[in-house]
């Protein structure tokens, strides 16, 4: 058996860019970046390497991250690992990586990426908040929403746990 899982939390480098396939499916495009601190052995100082992501969501999913996320958020995902090659203008043979998100949970609550107001929008009262994942916090009584995209099945508005 194979296993293709990836488990990520980072920032939005970008918003949400949010496009319609011809046959009508939602597609969602996010840039995200994760960062990784150590120290060097040599000179003793902390260096934090940073790595870019490209994040693909489909259907409600979609339509789900371009309404509630916004550059500078943070967020969890869970995909997987799907590569796209293509011929360039140039001749040359592209590629690229991306993750094809299944699992999405936001982890900045209302800090910033609400809408100011409209029938759909959800006070910010009812957003989960989540700043920090270390171990020496203790975990919320409250258990952050998670919307998962199944294959073949969308996700109607009653399933939005906010």
Known sequence: M???KVMIIGRLTRDPELRTTPNGSSVCQLGLATNYVYTNQQTGQKVE???YHSVVLWRKLAEIANQYLKKGRRVYIEGRLQTQSWDGQDGQKKSRTEIVADNMIMLDGGQGGMSAGGA???PQSTMPNRTDL???QPAPSEE???IQQNQGEDISVED???
Do not use: G
């Open 134 to 136: 270390s171990a020496n």
């Open 144 to 146: 952050l929403p998670t």
């Open 2 to 4: 194979d296993l293709n």
């Open 120 to 122: 759909n929008a959800a």
């Open 160 to 162: 939005i746990p906010f």
């Open 49 to 51: 390497q940073v790595e």
